[in-house]
């Protein structure tokens, strides 16, 4: 070992030594060498590398003095050479040629796949391709003429009253093309039209512009219920403002016709009993129920200064309660409530005393007004709702008796701002559009209640969405109330 180890240190110093007589090169290199001992314990990891790499006269010496090294070396590589040829034998090893070729055949297959698909006629697919979403049996549409077909445009289409227009549009032959964001619209409200080659849906939202051929636009995309507006009121006046202005440069953009559904609530807390569309309103511009009351006011407002300014054609509608088949479970309205509690005998929760009115429409006519109203020369606003009028009291004596219910009708606080009465005066949408209403309540009620039913079924129980929904979402709280959850 001594001798070996001075053999080392005699042979590394005559390698330097003798690499150069001339003394610059002999003085620099010890110089070179401690520099990176003072820096660290061994020298850098790429310098050692090199080192190993370089056969500098130092190496080929150290290498001819261990030549037992060579034969190691040799058999180390035997043995490697063994192991590559059996592993290649079996089944685990794959050449990257191999996985290329695999990678081929499977990219393919699913091309192949899906030009299948493509080629195929949508309701002709097996189910199991077509996924849940498509229904078997479209519902029969007209066959309209190039010349009579339109592409129509419906926002908040996946909605409640939405997809019931969607509905109506589809069946008389029109290309019907549905915006929604899904706050409170549902996929399953249109479900049956998906896959159709008349039916396009696109998650949107109207906030944002968007671009499109249209031929009429139906622009009724806003939360409408009381707890959905007041959930996020910021939201509720940007949907009516910006969405407004961004589905009114799209008409303009297009040529479109528009129409705007505008609400009963324009008239606010009226002092005009039934209230005609004269009628100014009485609203409380900074109550709770401003985002939505206010946002209408000035997507009315907006309406009519691009037909004034832009020689464009609009259409307001101005819909008093409304309910029926698709309601959100969670919509928090007088009727979905009502109809909710009394199924479950849960208690039925009336707001205040009990004496404030409200008229109540079926949905099927408020979409033969809208298309009526869309369709026809008038471009004022009018009102579209049922003057059948109730307290809310007494209406939650037919829901009770409507359902058999054992329900306890019971009051709580009044919320702020509730209209004490409304009833619309529809004589304007009679003279102009030759429309009223057909259904009455009760037999609404009947497809309501049958509906309700059906979706307790599904869900177990539905808890109705109360008061305390209304409360404005709290920006630190960005989770919102379960009752605005989808079921
Ligand atoms: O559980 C309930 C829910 C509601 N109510 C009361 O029932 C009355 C009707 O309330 P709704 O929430 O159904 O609807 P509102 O009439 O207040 O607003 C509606 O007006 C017309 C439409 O344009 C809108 O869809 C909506 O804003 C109110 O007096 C309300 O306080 C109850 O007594 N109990």
């Not at 091309?111 to 006629?121: A, C, R, Y």
């Not at 009519?304 to 020689?311: D, L, R, S, T, V």
């Not at 009727?335 to 479950?344: G, P, W």
Request: proline content about 7%; some cysteine.
């Amino acid at each position: 070992m001594l001798n070996r180890k001075t053999e080392w240190k005699t042979s590394s110093r005559q390698a330097v030594g003798g690499a150069g007589n001339e003394p610059a090169a002999s003085a620099a290199a010890p110089r070179r060498r401690t520099l990176p001992r003072l820096l660290s314990s061994s020298p850098p990891r790429r310098k050692r590398r090199h080192r190993l790499l370089e056969m500098t006269p130092r190496s080929a010496h150290v290498i001819s003095t261990r030549s037992w090294a060579m034969p190691v070396i040799m058999c180390l590589l035997g043995i490697l050479t063994v192991k590559v040829f059996f592993l290649s034998r079996s089944d685990e090893y794959v050449s990257s040629s191999r996985v290329q070729e695999m990678v081929e055949v499977e990219v393919q297959r699913r091309v192949q796949q899906q030009v299948s698909l493509l080629n195929s006629e949508p309701h002709t697919l097996p189910s199991e391709e077509r996924g849940p979403a498509v229904a078997n049996n479209f519902p029969p549409t007209a066959d309209l003429s190039e010349k009579d077909r339109m592409r129509v445009l419906v926002t908040g289409g996946a909605g409640f009253v939405g997809s019931h227009l969607v509905d109506a549009l589809m069946k008389m032959g029109h290309d019907v093309i549905v915006l929604d964001n899904f706050f409170t619209g549902r996929q399953k409200n249109v479900q049956h039209w998906i896959g159709h080659p008349s039916f396009h849906l696109i998650t949107h939202d109207v906030v944002e512009p968007i671009k499109l051929e249209v031929d009429q636009i139906y622009h009724l995309a806003c939360p409408a219920s009381p707890p959905h507006y007041q959930y996020n009121p910021i939201k509720t006046i940007k949907t009516s403002t910006q969405g407004t202005l961004n589905m009114l440069g799209l008409a303009k953009r297009t040529g479109a016709r528009m129409l705007l559904t505008s609400t009963s609530e324009v008239y606010g807390d009226p002092e005009e009993h039934p209230q005609r569309e004269t009628y100014w309103g009485n609203v409380n511009p900074i109550g709770p129920r401003a985002c939505y009351d206010e946002g209408k006011r000035v997507a009315e407002t907006m309406m009519y200064a691009y037909e004034n300014q832009g020689e464009m054609e609009v259409r307001v509608a101005r819909i008093f309660n409304t309910f029926g088949p698709r309601m959100h479970p969670n919509d928090g309205r007088v009727v979905s409530n009502f109809i909710i509690q009394a199924i479950q005998g849960k208690d039925i929760t009336i707001y205040g005393d009990g004496s404030q009115t409200r008229s109540f429409q079926y949905v099927d006519d408020l979409v033969r007004g809208l298309i009526a109203l869309m369709n026809n020369n008038y471009s004022g606003p009018v009102n579209i709702g049922n003057p059948d009028e109730y307290t809310v009291k007494d209406f939650a004596e037919l829901i009770k008796s409507s359902t058999e219910s054992t329900s306890k009708i019971i009051f709580m606080d009044g919320t702020k701002d509730d209209p004490n009465k409304r009833k619309p005066d529809i004589t304007l949408a009679k003279k102009e559009l030759g429309w009223e209403p057909t259904v009455a309540v009760k037999d609404g009620l009947v497809e309501t209640i049958k509906y309700f039913r059906g979706e307790l079924k599904k869900t177990g129980e539905i808890i109705p969405t109360g008061p305390d929904a209304s409360k404005p979402r709290n920006f630190a709280d960005p989770d919102p109330p379960r009752q605005l959850r989808s079921p």
